[in-house]
């Protein structure tokens, strides 16, 4: 069992018969739903329903038969899983390499729990060490959204599928990264000026969001609570 594979397992312990859960995108989540498919299958986790945060996410949900529904049916989730592409030492986060940071944003803050999913490489003392930031950004005059993001202090790439044509997001966007050289020294600061920026759709920095982080690494499974 790879670490992706045992951290899923571990946080399916958390679900219980009757939950609304939030489910994220991305390669960790993907275990968890096949996992948390194959024990609502058993017949032990009666009456779940899960929000998906992607079309791919909804797709692999219903393929297990797991009950999908809506924030505007049910608009207080139980619990939400996921998984993240870096985690500061404070449990803040970067998410979207997925390509569904909007609407992970979306489900995730509107639920009561948010469990982050992570093998041990994903941890670093700074956000933006490893990985860039993710940015959604509207199709219209995307080069200038790109050519702002840089006076921020990065350099921006627009990410492409393998055939060189612009990734779009379900949402019909357009995603940027962005690289900070040497990480993101305030990211609170960052995100407010990112949310006051017209044509920014929404970014990859999930703040004071995460309750616990589950991280699988060589010597076993790590609980990171966040601090109250």
Not at 168 to 173: A, L, Q, R, S
Request: aromatic share 6%; hydrophobic share 40%.
């Amino acid at each position: 069992m790879n670490l992706k594979m045992q951290a899923a397992q571990y946080a399916l312990d958390y679900v219980h018969p009757g939950m609304i859960l939030g489910l994220g995108s991305g390669s960790t989540t993907a275990y968890f739903i096949d996992l948390l498919g194959k024990r609502h299958q058993t017949g032990s986790l009666e009456g779940i329903q899960a929000v998906p945060t992607s079309k791919t996410t909804a797709k692999q949900a219903r393929a297990w038969g797991i009950p999908v529904t809506t924030l505007s049916e049910n608009p207080a989730l139980d619990l939400a899983v996921d998984g993240a592409d870096e985690v500061d030492p404070k449990l803040n986060l970067i998410k979207g390499l997925g390509r569904a940071l909007l609407r992970e944003k979306v489900v995730e803050f509107r639920s009561q729990r948010l469990i982050i999913i992570v093998d041990e490489n994903k941890l670093v003392s700074c956000l933006g060490e490893k990985v860039p930031l993710p940015v959604e950004i509207i199709k219209f005059e995307a080069q200038a959204h790109m050519s702002w993001l840089e006076t921020l202090g990065c350099h921006t790439e627009q990410f492409l599928e393998d055939n060189g044509s612009p990734v779009v997001t379900d949402n019909g966007n357009y995603l940027v990264g962005c690289y900070f050289e040497n990480g993101i020294a305030e990211p609170h600061q960052l995100a407010r000026v990112l949310a006051d920026q017209p044509g920014i759709v929404e970014h990859g920095l999930f703040l004071d969001v995460a309750s616990q982080v589950i991280v699988a690494g060589q010597a076993g499974i790590r609980i990171l609570e966040r601090e109250k």
